[in-house]
C-alpha cells in the first residue's frame, strides 16, 4: 500500500473517501498509464472545489495494478498523481491523501480492493469513524470495500457510458462525482 499524504494538514471539518479512475478522471479499459492518458472530468473538478470550499477533505483510494502488471512505469505514475494534485488545486480543490494498491490480483496482498484495508488505513491516518465515512466509487469492487470497511458506499455510474450492470441492494447511485457530493451535502 501506497500512501501520500498532504502537507501541512490542515484542520478539517469531514473527510470523503473517493476511487479515482471512473470517479476523478476518465477510466480506460487498458489502464490508465501515464500523464497524457490522465483525464480529469470537469465535473469531478467542480466537486472537489466544493468540498475544499466546505472544508471536507478527500482522500484518495485507488487500485492501481497496472504498476506491478509492468504496464505503469514508478515515473508515470508519479507523474500522474502530481498532474492530479495540481489540477485539482488549480480548480480550487484540494487532495488530503491519496491510498494505491499496486498489486496484481495475484500477488494476493491485504490491500487491494475489495479489502477495506485501504480505507480502514485512512481512517486510521486520519482519526476517521468509519461507521461515519463515506467511499465514493464506481466499481462494484469500491461497494464491497466500503461494506468490508464498515462505512458507507456511494457509486458513480455516468450516465456517458454504456452497458448497465444490474445494481445490488440499496446502494446509492450517482451519475458523476459533482451530483454525489450535492447530493450528501446538499
Ligand atoms: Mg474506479
Ligand atoms: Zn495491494
Given at each position: 500500500m501506497l500512501v501520500w499524504l498532504d502537507s501541512p494538514q490542515a484542520a478539517a471539518r469531514g473527510f470523503i473517501l473517493i476511487d479515482r479512475d471512473g470517479v476523478?478522471?476518465?477510466?480506460?479499459?487498458?489502464?490508465?498509464k501515464n500523464v497524457r492518458e490522465f483525464h480529469a472530468y470537469p465535473d469531478a473538478l467542480q466537486a472537489l472545489a466544493l468540498l475544499n470550499r466546505r472544508n471536507i477533505s478527500a482522500i484518495i483510494i485507488s487500485?492501481?495494478?497496472?504498476i506491478n502488471r509492468g504496464l505503469?512505469?514508478?515515473?508515470?505514475?508519479w507523474q500522474m498523481h502530481d498532474a492530479m494534485i495540481s489540477e485539482v488545486e488549480?480548480?480550487?480543490?484540494?487532495?488530503?491523501?491519496?491510498?494505491?494498491c499496486p498489486h496484481r490480483p495475484d500477488e494476493l496482498c491485504g490491500c487491494r480492493k475489495p479489502s477495506p484495508d485501504m480505507i480502514s488505513a485512512a481512517c486510521r491516518l486520519f482519526e476517521i469513524d468509519p461507521?461515519?465515512?463515506i467511499f465514493i466509487g464506481d466499481s462494484i469492487t469500491d461497494i464491497e470495500a466500503a461494506a468490508n470497511a464498515g462505512?458507507?458506499?456511494?457509486?458513480?455510474?455516468?450516465?456517458?457510458?454504456?452497458s448497465l450492470d444490474?445494481?445490488?441492494?440499496?446502494?446509492q447511485v450517482f451519475s458523476n462525482l459533482a451530483d454525489a457530493v450535492l447530493g450528501i451535502y446538499p
Open positions: 476523478v478522471n476518465e477510466n480506460r479499459p487498458d489502464y490508465v487500485n492501481q495494478s497496472g505503469i512505469s514508478w515515473d508515470d505514475f488549480q480548480s480550487g480543490g484540494k487532495i488530503a491523501a491519496a491510498l494505491y461507521r461515519q465515512a462505512c458507507l458506499g456511494i457509486r458513480i455510474r455516468r450516465t456517458d457510458e454504456g444490474v445494481e445490488r441492494g440499496s446502494t
